[in-house]
Nanobody
Framework: QVQLVESGGGLVQAGGSLRLSCVAS????????MYWYRQAPGKAREAVAT???????IYVDSVKGRFTISRDNAKNMVHLQMNSLKPEDTAIYYC?????????WGQGTQVTVSS
């Protein structure tokens, strides 16, 4: 099993920045992909950013140029730097990790962007 714990959420004004962090513990060997997902009230959960073990990244169009995902494999951590935040970025943000045929999820951290 892998345990994921997120931190760094909070309340910020539009245009501001937040940095989310996620630390993985337990059986962390062979984690390939790590993700940040988000879920806004009344909406489906969506993948915001993805990073491979080699550092390749993918972003949803709505955050390109504003969010940056990074990964520290030695510390089993993944971060999401969020700049130029917009009210529509308000959501619960979840860290996820993928091994072959297995997914693990954190409990989520609330991000609220006020206009």
């Amino acid at each position: 099993q892998v345990q994921l714990v997120e931190s760094g959420g909070g309340l910020v004004q539009a245009g501001g920045s937040l940095r989310l962090s996620c630390v993985a513990s337990g059986q962390t060997a062979n984690i390939n992909l790590m993700y940040w997902y988000r879920q806004a009230p009344g909406k489906a959960r969506e993948a915001v950013a993805t990073i491979t073990s080699g550092g390749n990244t993918i972003y949803v169009d709505s955050v390109k140029g504003r969010f940056t995902i990074s990964r520290d494999n030695a510390k089993n951590m993944v971060h999401l730097q969020m700049n130029s935040l917009k009210p529509e970025d308000t959501a619960i943000y979840y860290c996820a990790a993928q091994k072959p045929n297995l997914w693990f999820w954190g409990q989520g951290t609330q991000v609220t962007v006020s206009s």
